[in-house]
T-cell receptor, first 114, second 111 residues
Framework: NAGVTQTPKFRVLKTGQSMTLLCAQD?????MYWYRQDPGMGLRLIHY???????AKGEVPDGYNVSRLKKQNFLLGLESAAPSQTSVYFC?????????????FGPGTRLTVL | EDQVTQSPEALRLQEGESSSLNCSYT??????LFWYRQDPGKGPEFLFT???AGEEKEKERLKATLTKKESFLHITAPKPEDSATYLC????????????FGRGTSLIVHP
């Protein structure tokens, strides 16, 4: 099992460019999440999904869009990147509405917006 | 609104010097409290889940405990390889089951 994988690992964008971050999990998890992590701010939830075809806003959703067309994949899009979106992005997944709801995290994507 | 506060923000220990990390929480009914370890440049890695006050779990030099208001992560005789950021998260009963994270405690253990 690969667990949770993220593509790409690093990316540099210019202000105004767009990109998509891909997250894939092979554990048949219902829930998937996108977080950003900035120094001193901890993990902040951007968007999440409770199942295939569903998405919901988290704590900091502005400037991002997501899609969950397949259960195993969760895409995070930046339509017009801004320097404030420079961060490390983590994807996670979990079983969902059960007692065993610990999250499994990917290795992260380090994004720099110039 | 669910809240999680971790203290201290940073902790420096000498190898073998035992200590505790604190996670205080406010939640309308606790479903579960999670501890994670995060190494530099990597994603968080799951350590423990605690479900009810009085529960304890251990793994090597780590022991997690839970009360109705807070959780402690006790580190006994730490080694340099225990250096990491430790994150706490709570999951409320009812609603969407989405965890709320604290900002973490950065632990450095000096040899």
């Amino acid at each position: 099992n690969a667990g949770v994988t993220q593509t790409p690992k690093f990316r540099v964008l210019k202000t105004g460019q767009s990109m998509t971050l891909l997250c894939a999990q092979d554990m048949n998890h219902e829930y998937m999440y996108w977080y950003r992590q900035d120094p001193g701010m901890g993990l902040r939830l951007i968007h999440y999904s409770v199942g295939e075809g569903t998405t919901a806003k988290g704590e900091v959703p502005d400037g991002y869009n997501v899609s969950r067309l397949k259960k195993q994949n969760f895409l995070l899009g930046l339509e017009s990147a801004a320097p404030s979106q420079t961060s490390v992005y983590f994807c996670a997944s979990s079983y969902g509405q059960t007692s065993y709801n610990e999250q499994f995290f990917g290795p992260g994507t380090r994004l720099t917006v110039l | 609104e669910d809240q999680v506060t971790q203290s201290p923000e940073a902790l420096r220990l000498q190898e073998g010097e035992s200590s505790s990390l604190n996670c205080s929480y406010t939640v309308s009914g606790l479903r579960g409290l999670f501890w994670y370890r995060q190494d530099p440049g990597k994603g968080p890695e799951f350590l423990f889940t605690l479900y009810s006050a009085g529960e304890e779990k251990e793994k090597e030099r780590l022991k997690a405990t839970l009360t109705k208001k807070e959780s402690f992560l006790h580190i006994t005789a730490p080694k340099p390889e225990d250096s990491a950021t430790y994150l706490c998260a709570v999951q409320a009963s009812g609603g969407s089951y989405i965890p709320t994270f604290g900002r973490g405690t950065s632990l450095i253990v000096h040899p």
